[in-house]
């Protein structure tokens, strides 16, 4: 049973930083792309950020500048480092992973296969 495990979310300050991590369990995911959602109270989740199985990376518009996205297939991790975090950040972050190896990518939730559970990223003024 693949299982998709994030860490890393806290209770911040406006301007602090903080990095998420997100470790698959049952299988790799080297050759697919993966990517963060988040979910604010009150909202529908969304897109933040993906990198495809080559290393291309996306992001919304509203993390572009603040937020990276990488990968460690080595360790078969997934990171989101989050600069200059705004109250507007705060929600639950769900990493996630597409099946399909060497897939086209896709920052629509509907076509990524494994979720993780979330964590909470709080963000005050």
């Known amino acids: 049973q693949v299982q998709l495990v994030e860490s890393g979310g806290g209770l911040v300050q406006a301007g602090a930083s903080l990095t998420l991590s997100c470790t698959p369990s049952?299988?790799?995911?080297?050759?697919?792309?993966r990517g963060w959602f988040r979910q604010a109270p009150g909202k529908k989740r969304e897109f933040v950020s993906r990198i495809s199985w080559s290393g291309r990376t996306y992001y919304a518009d509203s993390v572009e500048g603040r937020f990276t996205i990488s990968r460690d297939n080595h360790k078969n991790t997934l990171y989101l480092q989050m600069n200059s975090l705004k109250p507007e950040d705060t929600g639950v972050y769900y990493c996630?992973?597409?099946?399909?190896?060497?897939?086209?990518?896709?920052?629509?939730?509907?076509?990524?296969?494994?979720w993780g559970q979330g964590t909470q990223v709080t963000v005050s003024s």
């Open positions: 049952g299988r790799t995911f080297s050759t697919s792309t």
């Open positions: 996630a992973a597409k099946s399909a190896r060497y897939d086209s990518g896709s920052s629509y939730e509907s076509e990524y296969d494994y």
